[in-house]
């Protein structure tokens, strides 16, 4: 009630007074949008500047989150638009560094070639992910996804070699299918290995299903008897398992 009196009575510096009031919880948006629209732009690029400090710039925002949030993009229009493109590209590298997926490599790239830096930042970020990867669980799904919707199959398969696909496989495995089905047979067959170390019945015809997958692949590949031969293993090793053998059974495998 207090902060709908101060803009009732359009007193700004009482507003801010209000919307700073708890450490930790400052409405910096509020803040901001209030002093822009009194004309007081100067002011209100000083508290953006306090948000970027405090760390307090983010792409994940839910709409309650609003109120405690600056978008990476508004504060970096405010850089460039004064004349400071690399504080620009400092706000967007660190929220890719953070959240490194692709909206934000483009988010990056896109004001990267407004600024005329597109291939340095490029470079820079690849460095980035390749850093990210190199850490304890980490792996190569960020920069295969960046990849595969730059549409380089070539460099995604390079990067999964190099650092494992982690949880962009499947994806990775889709667009490779139709150019490349031994390529994708390889990222398929792990994943049956991992289904069959726990025997769960309810899982068996998911499996059969991934098998004739990879049996589809393998026969494109030219590699159908490395199929037969893999096959045979796992009948040879689950042979105890009747529910898995039936269900092969029945798939023809």
Not at 158 to 168: H, Q, R, T
Not at 188 to 199: S, W
Request: hydrophobic share 40%; net charge negative; aromatic share 8%.
């Amino acid at each position: 009630m207090l902060l709908e009196l101060a803009d009732h009575d359009q007193d700004v510096d009482r507003a801010v007074e209000l919307l700073t009031s708890r450490s930790g919880h400052e409405d910096y948006p509020g803040i901001i949008d209030r002093l822009r629209s009194a004309g007081r732009d100067d002011d209100a690029f000083e508290w953006l500047e306090r948000a970027v400090a405090a760390g307090r710039v983010s792409s994940h925002m839910s709409s309650s989150g609003r109120a405690f949030w600056l978008s990476p993009e508004e504060v970096a229009e405010e850089y460039v638009a004064r004349g400071r493109p690399e504080d620009a590209l400092e706000v967007q590298r660190r929220e890719f560094a953070r959240r490194p997926e692709v909206p934000r490599f483009r988010a990056l790239a896109e004001l990267a070639e407004r600024v005329g830096s597109l291939d340095a930042e490029r470079a820079r970020a690849f460095a980035t992910l390749d850093e990210l990867a190199r850490q304890p669980f980490g792996s190569g799904a960020a920069r295969i996804r960046i990849a595969l919707a730059e549409g380089d199959i070539e460099t995604a398969w390079e990067v999964a070699g190099d650092f494992g696909p982690g949880d962009a496989w499947q994806e990775l495995a889709g667009a490779l299918a139709a150019e490349f089905p031994g390529r994708a047979a390889t990222l398929h067959q792990p994943r049956v290995d991992k289904q069959l170390a726990v025997a769960n019945s309810s899982k068996y015809a998911e499996i059969a299903d991934n098998l004739e997958l990879l049996r589809d692949l393998c026969d494109r590949a030219g590699e159908s008897e490395d199929f037969a031969a893999y096959l045979q293993g796992i009948r040879i090793r689950y042979a105890r398992r009747p529910a898995l053998m039936g269900q092969l059974d029945r798939r023809g495998l």
